[in-house]
């Protein structure tokens, strides 16, 4: 075979090896992502759950289950925009909440990174404390202005706990063993599983809140007093 012809032989060879390649790490890609997106949607029965949870509600915090009107709202400490919905209906729905006149139901996501992670499996252990609904306005009130900057450490989650109003032993430990970590997993794969894809998202007695709404607080509560909130 001529040299030219060798080269030519040679060159195409590569060519196909090269070409497989690339296919092959883009399927490998493709498979891991799909394999991810199918783990992403299954809960774990096998972790350790919070008092106020339970899978029937999403995995949620739930205050007052026997309340007729219910409010999931899905946030993750970390969110900036959850803070401003905090900013202008915290109050309002903590109020309905404490009042018992709504079933709130809390379902802290983790995407943004570890820190929402901590912040969420923190909080969740103020709630076995009857603590939730104090943890979670501390928690927006202290919001770092830099995600995942290392200014929610679980020596920080605790003293902030403490300023919260709960100041038990166990809070403390659980905040340190990071009992509930494991836990956040399975808000958020419920949460993939009814398309909730930002936050803050709030469904009332299953019904989206209209996205004008959020940072409304007549809107809303508007929307609260036709759903029966008096």
């Known amino acids: 075979m001529p040299l030219t012809e060798k080269k030519k032989t040679a060159k195409k060879t590569k060519d196909n090896t090269t070409r497989n390649l690339t296919i092959g790490m883009v399927l490998f890609v493709v498979v891991i992502g799909v394999a991810f997106s199918v ?14 949870v339970s899978a029937t509600d999403g995995y949620g915090i739930v205050i007052n289950k026997d309340a007729k009107v219910r409010v999931d709202i899905w946030e993750d400490f970390q969110c900036p925009n959850c803070r401003n919905f905090e900013t202008v209906a915290g109050n309002y729905l903590n109020g309905l909440a404490r009042d018992g006149k709504i079933k709130a139901v809390f379902h802290p996501l983790t995407f943004i990174g ?33 995600e995942n900057s290392g200014a929610w450490t679980n020596i920080k989650l605790k003293l902030l706990a403490i300023t919260a109003g709960d100041t038990s032993k166990s809070t403390q430990s659980c905040i340190d063993s990071g009992k509930y970590t494991n836990w956040t997993n399975n808000v958020a794969a419920d949460g993939a599983k009814k398309n909730v894809n930002a936050t803050p998202t709030v469904f009332i007695n299953g019904v989206q809140l209209n996205q004008a709404h959020y940072l409304n607080l007549p809107a809303l509560q508007a929307d609260l007093a036709a759903a029966g909130v008096k």
Do not use: R, W
């Open 39 to 52: 783990l992403s949607n299954k809960t774990n029965s096998h972790v350790s759950i919070p008092s106020a």
């Open 114 to 146: 570890p820190e929402s992670i901590l912040a969420a499996a923190a909080a969740a252990c103020t709630s076995d404390q009857g603590k939730f609904l104090d943890m979670h306005t501390a928690l927006y009130n202290n919001q770092p202005s830099t």
